[in-house]
């Protein structure tokens, strides 16, 4: 097969990675990919936001099969786009992308399809919504209905901040058109998992779960980041738990889309908060987790690659995946700074003499002169190990971060210590 990988980050290296060691691959992209993405596939110099360039590269070069790493080309019809050309593509159309483009809608459809959720209202008037603040207090939870690039929640703990973030939102628009509508959501309370299933339109394939901890600063202090580490399995999740997740949040979501004349390809990301055993969803993603991911790639045993084909072409019925028992740990190293201000392009040695059993998935890295890896990104290496019990993988992953030398560089020293 002639597959492309769209997407440059971490979770597209370690896509990459594992699907460049399926027996079925004849050759691999990844657009645009990173240094090193470069080691498993060939980069093409394509942006993931550009529907044209990556239709022109995937017809081009008679792709059998697209996967698509990010949301925003997925939000952007990319897949829409692919399936005209009679391409294959692993990524829900347009429209299923919505369950990810706009809080509202993923909202309406939790309600619609029964799927336990915190209670919220929509608002797209800044005087209502600061009404309905003023009305119903805090703690509070208020989401810009868009795409945000990940900053536009605020859990806010009194009046006065929720306010302030629906200001920011709907009449400064720190967000663009995507505050112009606002989710305000009751604060649920509880530990929160990431769960993932592959949906081929009717079915669905759960995945392994994961946790990822999302704060910049240890003992989860500091600034939201994209995310500074992950593990796998996530503890709280028991197999009598995965199955209410597959069953309460998974399915009715995938046949309430295909109800409604939009049915979701791809892989479903649900963010949960488990609280007493019981799970709620808090969002979904259209894609996989970055840095979840890394984590779970670690621990598939099985060919990914029939799996994502099967679920591109609506035929997950008799797929099954082998994940190892083994726990997983990905350390983010970062340029010191993300994510406020950093110096790009410091460089990092030692990516050659890692302990055995280290894997380091690449996120902003740079290719310099002779060979040098540079870190030119805000979240530059997932530095990921298994190992029998999660104290052990945790104390591998830390001795190939020990093993890196790049001075400009932070990262957690408490990922994988605590529950998440
Ligand atoms: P989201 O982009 O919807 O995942 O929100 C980002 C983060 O905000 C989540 O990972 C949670 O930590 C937090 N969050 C979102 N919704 C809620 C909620 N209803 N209650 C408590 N925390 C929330
Ligand atoms: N790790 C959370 C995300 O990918 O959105």
Redesign the pocket.
Known sequence: MRVLVVGGGG?EHALAWTIAASPLVERLWCAPGNPGIAAEAECAPVAAEDVDGLAGLAGRERMDLVVVGPEAPLAAGLADRLRQDGIPVFGPDRAAARLESSKAFMKDLARRAGIPTAGFAVFDDADAALAHIRGRGAPAVVKADGLAA?KGVTVAATVEEAEAAVRAAMIERAFGEAGAKVVIEDCLAGEEV?AFALADGERVLMLETAQ?Y?RAGEGDTGPNT??MG?HSPAPPVTPELAARIENEIFLPAVRQMAADGTPYRGVL?A?LMIEDGEPKLL?F?V???????QALMLRLRSDLLPALMAAAEGNLAHVDLRWSEESSVCVVMANRGYPGQYERGGEIAGLNRLPDGVTVFHAGTAAGESGRVLAAGGRVLGVCAAGATRGEARALAYRGVDAIDWPGAFCRRDIAQTGA
Do not use: A
Not at 287 to 293: H, I, V, Y
């Open positions: 979770r990940g990431s990822d999302k994209g995310g992950s990301f963010g969002e993603n894609r996989f987790g970055d840095p979840e991911t």
